[in-house]
């Protein structure tokens, strides 16, 4: 044991060498729009995002899904492009292409060669500011997200499971809706819903485009003033707080679904990451839980795995643990196992809430924590190996309001964090109260019983 | 218009290299390759720009050589090699968390799996070489030495054995299971880990595979980072150090997979919110001559993201599926050709059908001249998509090390995409697939 600290030591002074190589460069445009640009030269592509600060948590009762409606829809047309013309010509250019939705931003990329910059600015800028497309295209798009909802959610007892959890630990919260909607909110969409919060979010204030690869910073920025430059300025529309209340007592949802295993996830209300200036309470405390999740699940080996997984009477066969950390909402810090044979979930939550209470009582390891803090910074290393990854961070950072070069404080923060920290955070929010506790029980599967019909008013 | 193409791909192709070798920009992709002492087959790309270094190791030694009543054993003693090693001259034993706490301290990874063919070990570390050489170290002992503990075989067992349990409700885990059956018949390639093979295997048994196929004259590295061709030398001489010379004689040799003799078509019951589809026959050997021909007709037929036909045609115009794809599998036998998708229940036989008569009209009529150039665009075009990552050089590497293919290889990649033609694509479909032939299975479908 005596090895951890030298080496420890020697890691984080070589890799903060390895980072100084690649600097970032922000600009706003005059129209509101966010320009990150991350040159790195080691093969001639690069990667073109358009993130927008709009996700699911910005719908309303009703109308759930809509956000990741809208982000099929963009492929569908412009007044100069048909339906599906979009991914056609980045094909032809050589790149690939795809789209996200989560609770806090849509995010559309391309990775190409680094020459077809310019033609795939040009296209972006042209759906973000003019997204068209007929009637039709529409009723046939949304019977594909249904189709998304039943392979992702559906045929998923433990996604169905997590959908009830989120559901029952908010209240006011929009993270209570799943993105991509509840199903009878599918069913009852209409195209004017689509256009509207379209129209509403989609401004050149609420958006950046993030470029990493092999470019020209200067060139950059040359052709976004050029392609999203001349977009109009828009003001971005007030959002509503709509704050969760504090949770005064636990909560405790069984789920049934056809299963063999049985499941258990326990989400603490937690703080999330507000700053990343020192000394802001709350904030240290995100920081914290973030360390405390590492030491319990950070490696094969922690914690968790040692006390419920291994041994005589283990009582699981996986544990794990997550803090949320960074979000536009609410943040949890969930606990989850799956029972080893002739265990209980009970026995699992009871064991995983042990192992929190013995952090508490006992503290944490120099050496654990030296060893969670190694693989995050050998991990900035790596991470430097896609280019398409780093653009990735770098709008999530833009979409929580945080600068670019977040990620490297955020590991300067967490290397930062004590085990007295880690110990305090433990004792501080794991009591019942700010609780939500949601078994999976599991349903005998009928084989051989008559398949399920349709849903009743589907589109077809 | 073809001129000003092939130009562009070359300019490419020059940028390329730049990033991973600027002292020649005509050398192609440097790939070094060299034979160790004992035998084993070395392939390195140096690229300096990243202090990191990954390596793959790779043995005949997947699971077609899985013993049939033990099937799943490739990949069982590629996860056990992790769980501790033997003591070993003054080092002490190491039990499993032991061993992944050194690994954490490095702020490295090394660990194996396994796939139909090879079975597979990849480390990644940081290349300060004070780190670099304890990683490469514990990786050696681990690769010589694994212990595969009986207790922890034990609760292994017993926590796969539940997790197939789980998998087996879910209609995506019948519809493949049913699918590899039918298209491999008894054919290793289509032998399935279940709770009776996995009763069957023990410990010993992993001990004979283990020191009957992971021999240092068996191994394949494949090197991409910030290491010279020396200190790789050394680094892959060290790795195989502690691992006994063991028997370098010709392995037995697998059987092929047989053609389909007939259609097959498998319909199961399942209470589920999707049905589950999977229409296909064994594809072709990776040495086959129509390998090219076969890829590029497969962007088009169901590969190429969302402008391929089958996209277009299930997706696009129906909405019919969110996801509809086709691929081929070409290993060291001929893999399955497979054409997946999933939809409502009582859309099930209309996708079938409509899947069908895409593919059926591919293989009769061929592409069309604007989407052979539509698929070259984008194949070749975007070939530095394909290279701009030490992790995705390495695949590469690891691919020409294990198919044997030549070291020019990436550096010709763009002519031989280049010089297929629509007759080329239609000839080598009709001479693969044989749409009257093929096996669907529809799980969960309504009827």
């Known amino acids: 044991m005596k090895r951890v600290l030298p080496l420890f030591f020697l890691l984080l002074s070589l890799a903060a060498g390895a980072q100084a190589a690649a600097p970032v460069v922000q600009f706003t445009l005059s129209n509101g729009l966010t320009l990150i640009v991350k040159p790195d030269r080691r093969a001639p592509t690069a990667v073109h995002m358009l993130w927008v600060r709009v996700g699911s948590m910005d719908e309303v009762d009703g109308t759930s899904g809509v956000a990741h409606v809208v982000e099929h829809m963009m492929f569908k047309g412009t007044p100069d492009l048909l339906p599906g013309e979009f991914s056609r010509r980045v094909a032809a250019l050589g790149g690939r292409e795809n789209a996200f939705t989560t609770r806090d931003y849509t995010g559309y990329y391309q990775q190409i060669p680094a020459q077809r910059l310019e033609d795939v600015m040009k296209l972006e800028a042209d759906r973000f500011a003019r997204n068209q497309w007929p009637d039709e295209e529409f009723g046939k798009e949304l019977e594909v997200v249904k189709e998304e909802r039943r392979l992702r959610t559906e045929d998923s007892p433990r996604a169905l499971l997590y959908e009830a959890l989120q559901a029952t630990a908010f209240l006011a919260s929009p993270y209570r809706r799943p993105v991509v909607g509840w199903m009878s909110d599918l069913d009852a969409m209409t195209p004017a819903d689509v256009r509207e919060f379209y129209r509403h979010w989609y401004t050149p204030a609420n958006a950046a485009v993030v470029v990493a690869g092999d470019v020209d910073v200067a060139q950059v920025l040359r052709l976004a003033s050029k392609y999203y430059g001349r977009i109009p300025a828009r003001a971005v529309p007030a959002r509503k707080p709509r704050s969760e209340p504090a949770q005064a007592g636990l909560r405790r949802i069984d789920f049934k679904a056809p299963a063999e295993q049985a499941y258990v996830a326990l989400a603490f209300k937690v703080p999330g990451l507000e700053s990343l200036d020192a000394g802001a309470g709350a904030s240290d405390d995100a920081l914290a839980l973030t360390v405390l999740a590492a030491v319990l699940d950070g490696y094969s080996g922690a914690r968790l795995d040692r006390a419920l997984t291994q041994g005589e009477g283990r009582v699981a066969d996986s544990a794990g643990a997550h803090n949320g950390l960074l979000g536009r909402g609410p943040q949890l810090f969930t606990l989850d196992g799956v029972p080893a044979h002739g265990k209980t979930a009970e026995q699992v939550e009871s064991a995983l809430r042990e192992q929190v209470a013995r952090v508490a009582r006992e503290g944490v390891t120099e050496a654990e924590l030296n060893r969670v803090k190694t693989r995050w910074v050998a991990s900035e290393v790596y991470k430097l190996d896609s280019v398409t990854n780093q653009a990735r961070e770098l709008g999530s950072y833009w979409a929580q309001g945080l600068p670019p070069e977040a990620g490297e404080r955020l590991i300067q923060r967490l290397r930062a964090i004590t085990a007295q920290q880690v110990q305090s955070v433990a004792a501080k929010y794991f009591g019942d109260d700010q609780l939500t506790v949601a078994v999976l029980r599991p349903q005998p599967l009928d084989k051989g019983r008559a398949p399920r019909s349709p849903v009743p008013g589907a589109r077809h | ?447």
């Open chain 2, 1 to 447: 218009m073809i001129a000003i193409k092939k130009l562009a791909a070359c300019a490419l192709l020059i940028g390329a290299w730049a990033g991973f070798y600027s002292e020649s920009a005509l050398a192609g992709i440097p790939i070094q390759h060299w034979t160790l002492a004992n035998g084993a087959q070395v392939y390195l790309v140096e690229s300096q720009a990243i202090p990191m270094v990954d390596v793959q190791i790779d043995f005949d030694a997947g699971a077609r050589r899985d013993p049939p009543d033990k099937a799943g054993l490739a990949s069982v003693t590629a996860g056990m090699s992790a769980k501790g090693l033997r003591a070993s001259g003054a080092e002490p034993a190491l039990d499993e968390n032991e061993l992944s706490e050194a690994w954490a301290d490095l702020g490295a990874s090394f660990g194996a799996s396994a796939s139909s063919d090879r079975l597979s070990f990849a480390l990644r570390s940081l290349s300060y070489p004070d780190l670099l050489a304890r990683a490469v170290q514990l990786a050696a002992r681990q690769l010589g030495e694994p212990a595969f503990p009986e207790a922890v075989w034990a609760r292994e067992r017993e926590r796969i054995k539940a997790s197939l349990r789980e998998v087996n409700t879910r209609p995506a885990t019948a519809a493949s299971r049913a699918f590899a059956s039918a298209v491999y018949g008894d054919h290793p390639y289509g032998l399935e880990m279940s709770e009776a093979t996995l009763a069957r295997i023990a410990v010993a048994d992993m001990q004979a595979y283990y020191s009957g196929l992971i021999a240092p004259c068996r191994a394949k590295l494949s090197l991409v980072g910030a290491v010279t061709r020396q200190q790789a030398d050394a680094l892959a001489a060290t790795l195989l150090s502690r691992l006994p010379q063991g028997s370098c004689a010709s392995l037995p040799a697998v059987a092929e997979v047989r053609p389909l003799a007939a259609a097959i078509e498998r319909r199961i019951a399942f209470d589920s919110a999707q049905a589950h589809v999977f229409i296909g026959q064994p594809g072709y050997r990776r040495a086959d001559p129509d390998f090219f021909p076969l890829t590029v007709g497969n962007y088009i037929l169901g590969g190429g993201g969302f402008v391929s036909r089958l996209s277009t045609e299930v997706r696009e115009k129906r909405g019919l599926s969110y996801s509809v794809y086709s691929y081929f599998a070409p290993g060291l036998h001929a893999g399955a050709f497979t054409v997946g998708l999933q939809t409502r229940p009582d859309q099930a036989a209309q996708a079938v059908q409509v899947a069908r008569e895409v593919l059926a009209k591919f293989v009769a009529e061929g592409p069309s001249e604007a989407e052979l150039q539509a698929a070259k665009d984008n194949l070749i075009g975007g070939f530095a998509l394909r290279i701009d990552s030490n992790r995705k050089l390495l695949d590469n590497v690891a691919n020409i090390a294990w198919n044997e293919l030549p070291l020019s290889y990436l550096d010709s990649w763009t002519n031989q995409v280049e010089k297929v033609t629509v007759a080329d694509v239609k000839a080598a479909f009709a001479r693969k697939l044989q749409p009257g032939k093929m096996v669907t299975v529809v799980v969960g479908g309504q009827p």
